[in-house]
């Protein structure tokens, strides 16, 4: 916190003046802080107290100017603040909360990445599972297929002794493989639902 003031020029030659033509007028003490002020080599400083005393002094014999025109080229002495040295036990301290810190975020964006990947595609087993799903699913195209063809064909032959007609015997056949298919399909989806559902 500012406690002094860098005079300049204006202030020293002023004082000068007022020192000189007021040798009875200016207080003793003040008279000597104002000396000690000047005789300083640069950069000179004046004390907020023998500011104070000046502007009073001012005030009281009507001087034609003020303390601020006195102070017009001068500025604050600002101290350098000191900062004390850190305790070497908290500087420790909070180097192994930022790495215990820093540790966790590390655990957190990487938990969901597999280790045991070899390569973007996975490892063989990841492969043999997806061979495994695939076959599974052609199997079952397959054999849903094959269900449907096998029951166009029985209804087509079956349909002769009924019919004398080929196109009345075609649609029965294309009616009883749409049935089957249907049928197929919905026995497929509820085994598929059984599948997805289980944890």
């Known amino acids: ?33 104002l000396e000690e002020t000047l005789e300083k080599p640069e950069p000179a400083t004046l004390s907020f107290s023998t500011a104070r005393k000046l502007k009073k002094h001012l005030q ?31 500087v420790a301290r909070l180097e192994k909360i930022k790495a215990k810190l820093a540790n966790e975020e590390y655990n957190r964006m990487t938990r969901n990445v597999n280790t045991q990947e070899i390569s973007r595609s996975g490892t063989l087993a990841d492969f043999g599972l997806q061979v495994r799903s695939v076959k599974a699913v052609a199997v079952t195209i397959f054999n849903f297929l094959v269900t449907v063809v096998a029951a166009f ?45 289980e944890p």
């Not at 025109?69 to 004390?84: G, M, N, Y």
């Not at 007609?165 to 009616?175: E, N």
């Open 60 to 90: 009281d014999t009507g001087h034609p100017f003020y303390l601020h025109e006195l102070l017009e080229d001068s500025s604050l002495h600002l101290p350098e603040v000191v900062k004390p040295p850190r305790n070497p036990e908290l």
């Open 153 to 197: 064909a029985c209804s087509y032959i079956g349909s002769q002794y009924l019919f004398t007609d080929t196109a009345a015997r075609v649609i029965s056949a294309v009616i009883a493989a749409s049935v089957v298919g249907l049928a197929e399909l919905y026995v497929l989806v509820r085994t598929m639902e059984g599948e997805l559902g």
């Open 1 to 33: 916190m500012a406690s002094v003031f860098v005079v300049g020029d204006k202030f020293r030659h002023k004082v000068t003046e007022l020192i000189e033509k007021t040798d009875s007028c200016l207080p003793r003490r003040l008279r000597e802080e």
